[in-house]
């Protein structure tokens, strides 16, 4: 991998992982990922972050080669996750004096986590709007909490106008992946920090304050242009507003039947001018997928067989993400599936029930084993509801 330098003083050392079969035990990243981490070079080194046990050695390598000789004085714990702290420990017992920057939260994790020699000599506590003065540089702390765990801060670098942004304005794929941001960065957002929208929001405000030239967060590509546009992502995405107009069809299907009418709601809906849809396989497609899209989109039909007189489980488990995840502002279209009694729309409402402000359209279609004639005006139906005005808000 080529040399990355984000300033003459101010160098990466994170690592690319490529063969991660799931990330956080439980995302595909088709792009591998990258564990990010800088060397700030300087009258005092500081380290920001050290990166995941699966890179630990060459991340070692590349921290010696660019310390030239040198010792690191701090080293500066944004997130105690353990795809970033997994090498405290270990920095740590080979740089004795180093000493280790975080707030009071970040210490209580460390002494979860490890057990690090002399850490009460060694730690330095930090506040919110704290400085640290490493000779050129200054560093200043914000803190930043649940932006993805309560110890999580940002650091913004005064005199390069960095801002090192913890998990914030990440993205899967790792650096020498190419593709365009947005995807995996929408994917990476709601799907790992999704459920803290307002937390982030509050972070964009501290953020709105500082002027800032680039934004180094801990995974994807280091952001130097158009900061605005990735800003500006970030605000929707965490005010939880449709970024686009278009449709997301959810499906949970046993034999294909469901999955008949899922595929007819996308032509029904073609046919009627919308121009962005999505369709997924809930039972087989990337479940984190099906989770940003649903974000993406100002609206979604949700397709599902019934079972257990409740709904598909596939079905039950996206709804129970979003659900999670704080899914609302949205309008939702409802088609259930059942041989002898139908449950899966009774239970899809009452999942959705508890999101706020979710509108359902008054047309539920109601599949008996196939689709039939009249499933299909009633989908028309439906169709003209998503894309129309008059639906119930619940
Ligand atoms: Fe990349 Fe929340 O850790």
Same mark, same amino acid.
């Given at each position: ?9 101010? +160098? ?10 799931? *990330? ?9 990922? $990258?564990?990010? $981490? ?32 040198? #010792? ?23 740089? /004795?004096?180093? #000493? ?6 970040? %210490? ?108 180094? /967060? ?5 952001? #130097? ?69 649903? *974000? ?8 599902? $067989? ?5 709904? *598909? ?11 999670? +995840?704080? %899914? ?13 009694? /139908?449950?899966?729309? #009774? ?48």
């Amino acid at each position: 991998m080529k040399e990355i330098n984000i300033t003459e003083q101010i +160098k990466y050392i994170g690592v690319d992982d490529k063969t991660i079969d799931l *990330f956080e035990g439980q995302y595909v990243v088709p792009n591998g990922i $990258s564990y990010n $981490s800088y060397l700030i070079k300087d009258e005092k080194n500081v380290i920001m972050d050290t990166v995941d046990k699966r890179a630990t050695e060459e991340w070692f390598k590349k921290l010696e080669k660019e310390l030239e000789n040198e #010792k690191p004085d701090y080293l500066v714990v944004s997130h105690m996750e353990p795809d970033h702290a997994a090498n405290i420990q270990k920095l740590t017992e080979k740089y /004795p004096n180093m #000493k280790i920057i975080g707030n009071e939260k970040t %210490f209580t994790f460390i002494q979860q986590f490890f057990d690090i020699q002399k850490l009460e000599e060694r730690k330095i506590v930090v506040k919110e709007g704290d400085t640290i003065s490493t000779g050129k540089h200054t560093l200043q702390f914000f803190m930043a909490p649940m932006v993805h765990w309560p110890e999580v801060m940002v650091t913004y670098e005064q005199t390069e106008k960095i801002l090192f942004t913890a998990d914030g304005f990440g993205k899967f794929g790792t650096l020498d992946t190419d593709e365009e941001w947005t995807c995996e960065a929408r994917r990476y957002y709601f799907n790992i920090v999704g459920k803290y929208g307002a937390q982030v929001q509050q972070l964009l405000k501290k953020a709105a304050n500082l002027e800032i030239k680039t934004i180094c /967060p801990l995974h994807g590509p280091i952001l #130097k242009e158009n900061l605005d546009f990735y800003i500006q992502k970030y605000d929707i995405w965490s005010k939880y507003e449709p970024e686009d107009e278009g449709v997301l069809i959810a499906y949970a299907s046993i034999y294909g039947n469901t999955k008949e009418a899922a595929q007819e709601m996308v032509s029904i809906l073609k046919e009627k001018g919308v121009e962005k849809i999505a369709i997924t396989d809930l039972a087989r497609d990337d479940m984190a997928e099906a989770i940003e899209d649903a *974000f993406r989109y100002d609206k979604m039909i949700l397709a599902a $067989s019934s079972y257990n007189m409740g709904v *598909f489980p596939f079905m039950e488990q996206f709804l129970h993400h979003l659900q999670g +995840k704080h %899914f609302q502002n949205r309008k939702v279209g409802i088609i259930e599936n059942g041989t002898w009694a /139908p449950s899966a729309g #009774k239970c899809m409402r009452e999942i959705l029930e508890k999101m706020r402000n979710i509108e359902i359209c008054p047309t539920v279609v109601t599949i008996r084993s196939k689709m039939n004639e009249q499933n299909k005006k009633e989908m028309q139906q439906l169709a003209e509801e998503m894309i129309g005005g008059d639906n119930n808000e619940i």
